[in-house]
């Protein structure tokens, strides 16, 4: 009961009730992460489309910025809880080759070769990561042998 006191006032008591089943912690969109995290992807997206890769990199980053390891990571997960994580992910990886997108829009192509390089070092079966680094490396003016300088796939 002292962790229900200490919630209670850490985050106000208006915020946790208890209930005939346990506890609720009442929240808005705005105080959750993922929900923080998929606006800024979605204004991103917006920015994106309508030709403003600045503004794109910006609101990319700012979600990028607040994932901060593997998600619910120590708990047990539930079906539903799983199937949120893994859209999530799917989020994060569509944020991260948009972001680099965006690099790509804005010019910043040296940038956005060591973003790739990275990313598919992470991710080396997708493809569209893979197609993007070689965009960049031909922008950048490395046309000759660009599949030589990708790094090489885990085994």
Known sequence: ???ISS??????????????DGCRLRAEASDLDADVFRRLVGEGRAAAHTGRPQAAMRCFRAALSLWRGDILEPLELTAPLRDATAELRELRLSAEVEHMDALLDAGEHTHAIAEFRRLVRAEPFREGPWGRLMTALQRCGRVQGPLRRLPSTPT
């Not at 985050?11 to 946790?16: D, E, F, P, V, Y």
């Open 1 to 3: 009961m002292s962790y």
């Open 7 to 20: 919630l209670r006032t850490l985050l106000g008591a208006s915020q946790l009730t208890t209930t005939r």
